[in-house]
């Protein structure tokens, strides 16, 4: 995690990190904290367990955040992004009690209060048609109920809305962040069927499978590098921050991808194998993130 931090632009001072579980085969679940880079995510700390193994993965998952936190600084705000199926409260203390901002969704069958109010109300009216938002501090959830802040969206065009817990003020965050977590998904494409092939493994010992993780997170990492630094080639100039109402460039190929295809054009030249530091970094959706002060 300290390399992956020292290899970013200096003026980084916010982290989003991914909590999120895959298959791979029928033997394992792996349990993975990523990092969110440039349209792509980088496992940080994993865990795998068998796939029909029983019982809460709270221990597992207390372990990751714990070989995290002394790779990261203080100063930097670092959120943590789950989707509905992994949400707990003892995950979401979890997360506070590491000093991490939770950014946890929920499904919205259950109730919630207002903090200074008696009443429980549907989670399903906060924002019962697209095109809506709110935010505010609630208590949520009757049983194992959380102190927190709501915040709501629901877009033209989407199913559902996103209801995210977060211990953030409603006027500290933005609910358009939850969207760097759909980085998270190229993680198990880039293991699988779009990069390692990992899917076909035939290993059956999970703390084998652990160690060849580590070789294919280092690959990954070196892929992303190499193809931020080349997207950031190809543009007019260097972007070093975006503003709330100006949408960055629309990414056509994978960072992943742009690295792998800018590694072999380099073998096939003759020039040097390298991991290059980014001295800009390649935008995304939501790269007000990762410059707050932009707008």
Not at 57 to 86: C, H, S, Y
Request: proline fraction near 7%; charge should be negative; charged fraction near 15%.
């Amino acid at each position: 995690m300290g390399w992956v931090i020292s290899l970013l632009p200096r003026n980084i001072e916010q982290i989003a990190l991914a909590l999120d579980a895959t298959n791979i085969s029928d033997n394992f679940v792996v349990l993975s904290l990523n990092i969110l880079l440039a349209g792509c995510g980088i496992p940080m700390a994993w865990c795998f367990v068998k796939a029909s193994e029983p019982g809460s993965w709270k221990p597992q998952w207390q372990k990751l955040i714990e070989k995290l936190l002394d790779a990261i600084a203080d100063n930097f705000q670092v959120i943590v992004t789950a989707d509905r199926g992994l949400y707990a409260c003892w995950l979401y203390q979890l997360i506070v009690e590491a000093g991490w901002h939770p950014f946890l969704r929920i499904n919205h069958q259950g109730t919630y209060r207002l903090q200074d109010h008696q009443t429980w109300l549907p989670l399903a009216g906060v924002v019962p048609t697209p095109g809506r938002l709110w935010s505010g501090q609630v208590v949520c959830f009757q049983t194992n109920p959380v102190s927190c802040t709501l915040l709501a969206r629901w877009d033209m065009g989407y199913k559902d809305p996103w209801l995210i817990l977060t211990d953030l003020a409603p006027t500290q965050a933005d609910p358009l962040w939850y969207r760097l977590r759909s980085s998270t998904e190229c993680v198990y494409r880039e293991l699988k069927s779009d990069g390692w092939q990992w899917q076909h493994t035939r290993l059956l010992d999970p703390k084998r499978a652990e160690r060849l993780l580590l070789a294919i997170a280092v690959a990954s990492l070196w892929m992303v590098v190499l193809g931020g630094d080349a997207e950031n080639q190809f543009l007019d100039a260097p972007h070093t921050c975006f503003s709330e109402s100006i949408e960055p460039p629309l990414r056509q190929v994978s960072c992943f991808l742009q690295g792998l295809l800018t590694l072999m054009a380099n073998l096939l030249n003759n020039l040097p194998i390298r991991l290059p530091r980014w001295t800009s970094f390649p935008p995304t959706p939501v790269d007000h993130f990762y410059y707050p002060n932009s707008s």
